[in-house]
Structure formats: structure tokens, C-alpha cells
Nanobody, 128 residues
Framework: QVQLVESGGGLVQPGGSLRLSCAASGRTFSRYTMGWFRQAPGKEREFVASIIWSGDSTYYGNSVKGRFTIARDNARNTVYLQMNSLKPEDTAVYYC?????????????????????WGQGTLVTVSS
């Protein structure tokens, strides 16, 4: 079973950048489709981005498309989320997620029910 630990959250000014990391334990990390979700206070959880095991296919939520980039390093058992041009509405707890390797990147974006493993979350605050 893979366990996920996020890091890299913090306070950043609007227009700034931040990179989140998600370190996975276990030797089967490369078999999973990985993703990021977020939840702002008082709002429902929202899909952010996903990436298949090989890194060849990614999928993004409409609100972050063109500003965020997801990547993975299977040798380091780590998935990243590079966030640029941050806006106050990006403020949320960001969660790393893992789904079966048979899950396409788009499928993870369509429904979070495919997620098998969640991280504990890391808080991102965008404010001046």
C-alpha cells in the first residue's frame, strides 16, 4: 500500500509561484495514476490535475489550465505540482491522490471516486 505525504505549501502573493511535492512510500508508486485535488473553506473538493504512470498523459481542471503543471519522477517516488500566476481563489488545502494504474488521467478528473489513496493535505494561501 502506498502512503502519500505532501509538502511545499505556504503563503504566497498573488501572481507568485509555488511548487508542491508529494512523496510516496512503497515500491509500487510507478503503477499508480497520480493527481492533485484541492478544497477551499466552505467549498467542495475540486480536481486540479492528474498524470498517468508514464507521465505521457496529463489532465487539468479548467480553473488551473495554463497556470499549473503536474509532473512525476518515478525514480524518486514523487509527484509535483508547479503552480504559477497564483490567484487568491487558488487558496485551499491541496491533496495528493493515487488511483489504479488502469485509471486514465481524464477519468481521475471526472470523478474522485476512482481515488484509492489520499494524502493528508498541505495548505496554500494566496494573499497580499
Amino acid at each position: 500500500q502506498v502512503q502519500l505525504v505532501e509538502s511545499g505549501g505556504g503563503l504566497v502573493q498573488p501572481g507568485g509561484s509555488l511548487r508542491l511535492s508529494c512523496a510516496a512510500s512503497g515500491r509500487t508508486f510507478s503503477r499508480y495514476t497520480m493527481g492533485w485535488f484541492r478544497q477551499a473553506p466552505g467549498k467542495e473538493r475540486e480536481f486540479v490535475a492528474s498524470i498517468i504512470w508514464s507521465g505521457d498523459s496529463t489532465y487539468y481542471g479548467n480553473s488551473v489550465k495554463g497556470r499549473f503543471t503536474i509532473a512525476r519522477d518515478n525514480a524518486r517516488n514523487t509527484v509535483y505540482l508547479q503552480m504559477n500566476s497564483l490567484k487568491p481563489e487558488d487558496t485551499a488545502v491541496y491533496y495528493c491522490a493515487a488511483a489504479s494504474g488502469a485509471t486514465t488521467a481524464r477519468a481521475m478528473g471526472v470523478t474522485s471516486r476512482l481515488v484509492e489513496i489520499w494524502g493528508q493535505g498541505t495548505l496554500v494561501t494566496v494573499s497580499s
